[in-house]
């Protein structure tokens, strides 16, 4: 008898793909502008049979895949207020989905974890969009020794998930330059943050995806503006499951503490987008 796999049977309708710029951590405990986005952005789309979630926190050698039915809230970065580390995302894993994933992603060998979890670059987003924890999550890593193509390349192959009723999600920066922040909330953003933020802006509501894959061509701007990628990185993978039909929604889309991107990107097939 063959084997079903239940995330290879079409849905009626495509998911949407979203980025969502994230900032701090505390953003969890707040009610503001840019988490009310984050839950309207969830309130307008159908709803997802599960998330698979592409974060800047988890950085690996090989690619992995969180496969456990009940994957913990992690809480990794000191010096924020207590009631931030009494939060829990109690979503549950999807081990089908998780598979499903490492099918897909073949032939790169996609490692079955148990351990990782939801790290704070993608429960404290998913907690404002998706606040009831009741549709299962699962966390697909980043491996560091991918290059920017490769890396648009996995995105390319989890375009199917669409079709699934999966929501894709990446959760990162455009602009994240954490030596030059300014904590003044009043600073203006540096000039080469905004040109970096309008350039990806622009190459995105273009479908320009060469220029997104090579931003670092453009120089100086690019330097200051990814100093590290890791941040970058699942943009490319919301850009590489984009369909050709798809349209590209923006909002929130400003610049915080001079140097952290808060650009959150919405691509929706036409046929369906409202």
């Known amino acids: ?13 495509r998911m949407p793909v979203v980025f969502f710029g994230q900032g701090s951590p505390v953003l969890a405990l707040e009610d503001n502008a840019t988490t009310e986005s984050w839950a309207d952005i969830a309130q307008h789309m159908p709803r997802p049979k599960a998330i698979l979630c592409i974060s800047d926190h ?3 050698r090989g690619t992995a895949v969180t496969a456990m039915a009940r994957p913990r809230t992690i809480h990794d970065r000191g010096g924020f207020p207590q009631p931030l580390y009494d939060l829990c995302y109690p979503a549950p894993g999807d081990p089908a989905l998780a598979r499903r994933v490492r099918s897909l992603l073949s032939p790169d ?10 790290d704070h670059g993608s429960w404290p987003v998913l907690m404002k969009a998706f606040p009831a924890a009741d549709i299962p999550v699962v966390q697909l890593s980043l491996d560091i020794a991918k290059s920017p193509a490769e890396h648009y390349r996995m995105g390319q192959l989890l375009r199917p998930l669409r079709d699934e009723g999966v929501l894709i999600v990446g959760t990162g ?22 040109r970096f933020n309008e350039y990806v802006r622009q190459s995105i509501a273009r479908n320009d995806q060469e220029k997104l894959i090579n931003y670092a061509a453009i120089g100086l701007d690019a330097e200051l503006a990814v100093p590290s990628p890791e941040h970058y990185w699942p943009l490319l993978y919301a850009m590489g499951a984009r369909s050709e039909d798809d349209r ?13 991107s808060m650009m959150t990107v919405v691509l929706e097939t036409r046929a369906y987008a409202a």
């Not at 920066?173 to 080469?192: F, G």
């Not at 590209?248 to 952290?260: D, M, Q, T, V, W």
């Open 173 to 194: 920066n455009v602009v994240h330059n954490r030596s030059l922040l300014d904590w003044n909330c009043a600073a203006r953003p540096y000039e080469w943050a905004v």
């Open 248 to 260: 590209a929604s923006f909002g929130p889309n400003h610049i915080e503490y001079r140097s952290l």
């Open 109 to 118: 060998d996609v490692r079955l974890d148990e351990n990782w979890g939801f």
């Open 58 to 60: 988890w950085l690996t």
């Open 1 to 13: 008898m063959a084997t079903v796999i239940p995330y290879a049977r079409k849905s009626r309708r």
